[in-house]
């Protein structure tokens, strides 16, 4: 009884609320107060040894609290060990959302450039189309005859429209990136287009 040996005993429930929290930690305290009053009738019973109520509510209330304590304490560090888990969890689905749209900011600039580039070739033919057509006109007009003079007119003609009209798909390109225009499919027949293509290029074509 003069010993403070049996404060070891106070490992056990820290254990238990390390391992199971509260829960543990109470389980493991009531193993403990019911082998601690066996020890101490055992004692009083063999040994002589006073049984002293007192000190032994004492150090078992005690010993309750502690594992209270360390049950409550590790329940809340096991809480926000999972809390941050869980906002690791979350950056690192930002973090994938963020990439991908990172890469989708990518292909759409990618995309973008391409559409430039392209529409400025496309542009370019039409325009070419037409200054050579109204040079000839310009330089070679008293040695042309009216078919030929109304060919070169026809598809000067021919190729403002087709500039118009890629001036208006640019323009609706544009109005489809803020999203104040509709679309709706249709279907697109090419043989005007291919026969318009013929007719530039002046070859014989299957």
């Known amino acids: 009884p003069e010993t403070a040996v049996w404060a070891l005993l106070y490992f056990i429930p820290i254990e238990g609320a390390m391992l199971f929290q509260l829960r543990g930690a109470l389980g493991a305290m009531a193993v403990v107060s019911v082998g601690y009053v ?39 560090l096991v809480d926000e060990r999972d809390r941050m888990r869980r906002m690791g969890d979350l950056i690192a689905r930002h973090d994938v959302d963020m990439a991908e749209a990172a890469e989708a900011l990518r ?14 070739h496309e542009l370019r033919t039409p325009l070419t189309a ?65 026969h318009e293509a013929l007719e530039l290029a002046g070859v014989d074509a299957e």
């Not at 019973?45 to 109520?53: C, G, N």
């Not at 292909?107 to 400025?120: C, D, G, S, W």
């Open 38 to 76: 066996v020890r101490e009738l055992y004692g009083a019973a063999v040994h002589d040894v006073p049984f002293l109520l007192v000190s032994v509510t004492y150090r078992l209330g005690l010993g309750v609290l502690m594992a209270s304590v360390f049950g409550v304490t590790t329940k809340r």
């Open 107 to 120: 292909l759409a600039r990618r995309a973008q450039l391409e559409f430039v580039a392209v529409t400025n």
């Open 130 to 194: 037409i200054r050579g057509f109204a040079r000839t006109l310009q330089h070679r007009w008293s040695a042309m005859d009216d078919e030929s003079r109304q060919a070169a007119i026809a598809a000067i003609d021919t190729q403002s429209r087709r500039l118009g009209e890629m001036v208006e798909d640019v323009l609706m390109v544009a109005a489809m990136r803020t999203g104040s225009v509709a679309v709706s499919p249709r279907p697109l027949v090419l043989r005007g287009w291919l």
